[in-house]
């Protein structure tokens, strides 16, 4: 089946360390996706690419970075000098109006 | 630029109770409209959607209208299930450059009991 998947689902981690999370979709999907969740805060556009090796700055973009060197993958870094890490965070992908969700990492920063 | 104002919740509701959750919204040129909804623990899912004035999108006994001279798009069901506990976004998409960005309101958490 095809679909998208994000990992791990929950993720520890210390102050000051940059941690990755990962997105992969089997779906041929151009454009991929991060979002940050908060509660009462709705979804932030952090990243977001529509083709391989190219990305752009969504709304938060401060404190993280990404690559895009397969169609398949679009790895999100958060970095030490993000200052709030903890949160969900949701990747996602889209041909057109139809986008797929991963089902999402918790990142706890201790 | 463009935004989504929907209610806040939490709201609550009994079993078989008609459901309203308000959305409204801002943008130029005529917008795609769509409803997501949440369940705890996962990712979003596609609820229904609308892609012009006085479309009704309408799936599991949600719906909701596309009325461009209000800028609404508010969801209802006619009797909630326990099942349909969940956080339910209203999202827009204004195609532009190519890009078909989302925009969401900021979620609606639902709690239903029995």
């Known amino acids: 089946d095809g679909g998208i998947t994000q990992s791990p689902k929950y993720l520890f981690r210390k102050e000051g360390q940059n941690v990755t999370l990962s997105c992969e979709q089997n779906l041929n999907h151009d454009a991929m996706y991060w979002y940050r969740q908060d509660p009462g805060q709705g979804l932030r556009l952090i990243y977001y690419s529509q083709i391989v090796n190219d990305f752009q700055k969504g709304d938060i973009a401060e404190g993280y970075s990404v690559s895009r060197e397969k169609k398949e993958s679009f790895p999100l870094t958060v970095t030490s000098a993000q200052k709030n890490p903890t949160a969900f965070y949701l990747c996602a992908s889209s041909v057109s109006e139809g986008y797929t969700f991963g089902s999402g990492t918790r990142l706890t920063v201790v | 630029g463009n935004s989504v104002t929907q209610m806040e919740g939490p709201v609550t509701l009994s079993e078989e109770a008609f459901l309203t959750i308000n959305c409204t919204y801002t943008?130029?040129?005529?917008?795609?409209l769509f409803w997501y909804v949440q369940y705890p623990g996962e990712g979003l899912q596609l609820l229904l959607k609308?892609?012009?004035?006085?479309d009704k999108g309408s799936n599991k006994g949600f719906e909701a209208t596309y009325r461009k001279e209000t800028t609404s798009f508010h969801l209802e069901k006619g009797s909630v299930q326990v099942s349909d506990s969940a956080v339910y976004f209203c999202?827009?998409?204004?195609?532009?450059?190519?890009?078909?960005?989302?925009?969401f309101g900021k979620g609606t958490k639902l709690s239903v009991i029995p």
């Open positions: 609308a892609t012009k004035a006085d």
């Open positions: 943008a130029t040129g005529y917008p795609s």
């Open positions: 999202a827009l998409i204004r195609p532009g450059a190519g890009s078909y960005q989302l925009t």
